[in-house]
């Protein structure tokens, strides 16, 4: 038990201690424990016996006092769950609940009180609170009908004992037999008494301060009925008709249950956002609903239905609106692929039953349905989709553009992916591409690159049907519009130049309309100022608005990522600018060239790590010639944004000598503050010097950053306006940082800026067990010295290690070390924050990604599978409800936790197969007690499956230390692959 856990028979002493604990955030023991030891011990026989559950067919004749103030604590425990019976069918026992609510019903009705006597009980005479209780009673009467015959679980009869612990829970067969037995007989009763109350007038629920407990000097206690709150009508009436429904569908008498959901789905849009008193699962209700509707004959409109309603009434008639519904279940999932797959065959059978064509739209809608979900496609497609020609590529192209928007970016990359696969087909290029070009949806998904690549003859069609559409619009000036519309969406340069050359040439079609100036034609397009400015120095002659269309439309294919293509527009400007016969020739020429640098930097780094050090090594001894190019005699000097994307390059580079003083740097660069104590850090590293100094700076500057947090203060109109907190130390904004977070691909600086966020998180967290994994501890100080948001360095910190797991996954392109040691963060990042599932994700790729895939784990359970990383797993599995998961995972402590082990093994709410780990399991005493259990249990076939496993030479604990060693690798191996199937 926990030094703060508070006992049961605490409260039988106290009991006004049982609210101010039960309102705790999460109590221990918690509200459904308090129910079990209230109940079990006020129902526990004191005869002198042994200490067996009372059958409920046994009435005592006389309560003691104890038992009774025991009743009355379980009753203000459970009022303190708004008497949910969902959490108590969930998790207590079906003899508990009973004593529970044959509890309720004794303190709040004087005659009356024995279930057994309602067949005569009148409710109009009762009050508002018995009227909650006798309504709560046969609620549970039907409920419990309802869910024993639901599959479930078989019934564990009886629990394997630990020495000095007792299942309060355990319950026999004959025992609930019993209570069914007896539930069963007052069905009818309990049918007609709830559908009385649906006329009741005002219900109170009895809360905590309504009951008043039993003492050992009091006779008679009187409880605070008065205090009892007010149930919503809405509330009341819709839980009664929800649970009269689903026993009388039970019944098979679906008119009378169509009768109540109808009703109860009226009136669950009126409950409001949280109702405390009525807990209808919707999804069940219209599942009832509809099942009840068609049973009677009562229709939903087809619009209204469910899209596999849809479907299956498409086939029943001849197939109407099937390829719509096939379409929306793209976006939606709701139809399983076997039906649709079943569909298609039918029509390959028999391609009479349906009109010509359909075959095909069925064909593509599925596969585009399995290239969605990420399944195999039929290879045969891009032939049957060749045979169709032009009308079935059309269709193909409609059918992704109609649903393009609702798709994320996983979907669109597979949807590129397949169109560049079946383009491969012959014969389908030259009408593929086109069309692709032609969806405005669809050609964002592919660059001018892609496109020529896909289909070599793209540009001479692009360009051909551009000019003769120029063409066409020379003569006729109303086709002013097309020559813009080339303008604005057009990234080819022939493309650009016609329609430039025409644009000057056409007249408006209304003369006192005047043209717009081509750089007005979008309020979007930018450039860097010093080029616009030197630009618009020039004559105003057609080949300046080429350059300023070219340059606009680079910077705009560069903020899409297709550098490529942006490249070629700043050629084709930077060879029209070299024409031109002006003064300002020279300097544009210049700027255009570190333009071209800028986006070849920029595309390098996105490309990163995966580009070749060649390509790399040009492009840094570019950057420090543009660096040392600010302090030239010419006056014509980068800007700050060449600047600031050269000083990242070298960063990237690993060049941090010449940030350090290997060139000169132009003083007024931000960043500057920033990478150099970083680099300072990180070239300490590799020369492997001791330097705090230099540490403690990039500390001071990082933790500033993070210290200049975004406060709220009051106007004084009253309204929350957000306001800056600046520090004099600060050389950047925290949104600043994190763009130069994005563009950082460095694995050392990766590492330290981790490290250092890591250990601010650690000192502010200030809890031992939740703490997260680095590197590099010994550098960073042992205190905070500026007020530091928890939230931003974790928010911060978690974007970081995300942002690096994503570049390096595995060891391909730095060492596996750093790799493990980011995924270790990252899942004790998940850890703190209670997402158990990704917590297990990144633990199990650390130690995957630390071993090669378990083909080199030497030394892996002293790196990564520590004691305390292993603990971390088992709490997941546990919260999880993968038990058996967690015992495995026992075996892996350098001492086995058996006690954890054991409470694991036998829990009741495992969610994972037991029996499926029983070949992963090599300790001797853990396989006994599983067999010793499932003997007990009477699970035999479980029983004969753990003595194989025992009887395996290679488990004899008489095997010398290496038989063992090697054992329990092959089993900790199989155990890992399997978990890596779930998680991964």
């Known amino acids: ?68 103030a025991l009743s009355v604590l379980a009753l203000k425990t459970a009022a303190h769950l708004n008497f949910n019976l969902e959490i108590f069918e969930q998790k207590l026992p079906l003899h508990m609940q009973d004593a529970l609510l044959v509890g309720l019903l004794q303190e ?17 005479p009762l009050l508002p609170h018995q009227l909650f209780s006798v309504a709560l009673y046969h609620r549970y009467a039907l409920r419990s009908l309802v869910q024993a015959k639901l599959p479930a679980r078989p019934l564990k009869v009886s629990n394997v004992p630990i020495p000095g612990q007792q299942d309060p829970t355990q319950e026999s067969r004959e025992v609930q037999e019993g209570i069914l037995g007896v539930l069963e007989r007052g069905a009818d009763v309990s049918v007609r008494i709830l559908e009385q109350l649906l006329g009741a007038g005002q219900v109170r629920a009895p809360v905590m301060a309504t009951f008043t407990c039993h003492s050992h000097q009091s006779t008679a206690v009187s409880h605070a009925w008065h205090r009892c709150t007010l149930v919503a009508d809405e509330q009341f009436k819709c839980q009664i008709h929800y649970d009269l429904g689903a026993y009388h569908y039970l019944q098979e008498r679906y008119e009378d249950a169509f009768s109540h959901f109808s009703e109860a789905h009226k009136l669950l849009s009126e409950l409001g956002s949280q109702p405390e008193y009525c807990h209808v699962n919707e999804t069940k209700l219209k599942g009832y609903y509809s099942s009840c509707a068609s049973l009677c004959g009562r229709s939903t409109p087809l619009d209204q239905r469910s899209l596999y309603d849809r479907f299956l009434h498409s086939l029943a008639n001849g197939y109407q609106d099937m390829v719509q519904v096939l379409s929306d279940d793209n976006v939606a999932f709701e139809i399983p692929s076997y039906l649709r797959k079943n569909l298609e065959l039918d029509l390959q059978a028999r391609p009479e039953k349906a009109s010509q064509g359909f075959l095909l739209q069925v064909q593509t809608l599925n596969t585009i349905r399995n290239v969605l979900e990420g399944e195999l496609w039929n290879s045969s497609y891009p032939i049957v989709l060749s045979q169709a020609g032009r009308p079935g590529v059309q269709f193909l192209i409609q059918a992704l553009a109609a649903k393009l928007s609702k798709f994320n970016s996983s979907h669109m990359e597979r949807i590129r992916m397949f169109l560049m696969t079946i383009n491969l087909a012959g014969g389908l290029s030259e009408v593929l591409v086109p069309a692709i070009s032609a969806c405005p949806p669809l050609n964002t998904l592919f660059s001018r690159k892609e496109l020529l690549a896909m289909w070599p003859q793209y540009e001479d069609h692009r360009a051909s049907a551009t000019k003769r559409a120029l063409d066409a619009s020379m003569t006729n000036p109303g086709n002013l519009n097309d020559i813009i519309w080339d303008l604005i969406h057009s990234y080819n340069p022939e493309v650009l130049k016609d329609a430039v050359m025409h644009y000057k040439n056409t007249t408006p079609p209304r003369p006192d309309i005047p043209k717009k100036e081509i750089p007005e034609l979008n309020v979007k397009w930018e450039m860097p100022i010093p080029i616009y400015n030197t630009l618009m120095k020039l004559p105003q002659i057609p080949q300046r608005e080429l350059i300023y269309i070219y340059i606009a439309k680079a910077v705009e294919l560069t903020q899409a990522k297709s550098f490529q293509s942006a490249l070629g527009l700043l050629e084709e400007a930077n060879g029209h600018a070299g024409k031109l016969q002006a003064r300002e020739t020279v300097r544009l020429c210049k700027l255009l060239s570190w333009m071209m640098l800028m986006t070849k930097i920029q595309q390098c780094l996105y490309q990163l790590p995966c580009v070749d050090s060649c390509v790399m090594s040009e492009l840094t001894s570019e950057a420090r010639a543009c660096l040392n190019a600010h302090s030239g005699r010419d006056g014509i000097a980068p800007w700050t944004g060449v600047n600031n994307w050269c000083v990242l390059l070298l960063v990237n580079a690993g060049e941090w000598n010449c940030l350090l003083g290997g060139i000169s740097l132009p003083s007024h660069l931000y960043l500057l503050g920033l990478v150099k104590p970083l680099a300072a850090t990180a070239n300490a590293l590799r020369e492997k010097h001791t330097n705090k100094t230099v540490w ?152 995957f990604v630390a071993t090669d895939f378990l083909r080199n784990d030497n030394g892996v359970d002293q790196s990564v599978l520590t004691d305390s990383i292993i603990r971390r797993m088992i709490r997941c599995c546990m919260n999880l409800n993968c038990y058996t998961q967690a015992a495995i995972l026992c075996q892996f402590l350098e001492n ?68 063992q060693r090697e054992a329990a690798k092959v089993r900790k191996h199989q155990f890992l692959r399997s978990m890596a199937k779930q998680y991964l």
């Open 1 to 68: 038990m926990a030094s703060d856990s508070v006992a049961w028979f605490e409260f039988l002493l106290n009991p006004s201690l049982l609210e101010s604990h039960l309102n705790q955030p999460n109590p221990e023991s918690s509200a459904i424990g308090l129910i079990i030891q209230f109940i079990y011990n006020s129902i526990k026989r004191s005869d002198g016996g042994n200490s067996e559950v009372e059958t409920m067919d046994v009435v005592t004749q006389e309560s003691t006092k104890k038992k009774k």
């Open 108 to 124: 709040t009705l004087e005659e009356g009180s024995s279930p057994a006597l309602h067949a005569t009980l009148d409710t109009g």
């Open 696 to 847: 403690y700076d990039l500390w001071d500057v990082v933790v500033g950053i993070l210290a200049n947090s975004t406060q709220h203060k009051r106007s004084s109109s009253g309204q929350s306006i957000a306001v800056e907190r600046h520090h004099d130390s600060v050389i950047m904004s925290r949104f600043a940082f994190l763009d130069f977070l994005e563009n950082l691909r460095e694995p050392s600086c990766l590492s330290i800026l981790i490290s250092l966020l890591g250990h601010v998180l650690n000192i502010l967290n200030q809890e031992p067990s939740s703490e997260v994994h680095i590197d590099h501890l010994p550098m960073w100080p042992p205190a905070i010295n500026a007020s530091v948001s928890m939230e931003t360095v974790r928010d911060t910190l978690t974007w970081l290690v995300d942002h690096a797991t994503r570049l390096y996954p595995t060891g391909t392109h730095t060492s596996a070390a750093l790799c493990t040691s980011w995924h270790l963060s990252r899942a004790d990042l998940a850890y703190m924050s209670d997402q158990h599932h990704n917590a297990l994700a990144g633990y199990l790729t650390a130690i």
């Open 896 to 963: 086995v936790d058996y006690s954890t082990a054991l409470r694991c093994l036998q829990e009741r709410s495992s969610v994972d197969a037991m029996d499926a780990y029983y070949c992963c399991l090599w300790d001797v005493s853990l396989i006994e007690f599983i067999i010793n259990m499932h003997q007990k249990r009477g699970e035999l076939q479980r029983r004969d499956k753990a003595l194989k496993m025992m009887g395996l030479l290679e488990v004899n604990s008489n095997n010398n230390d290496e038989i």
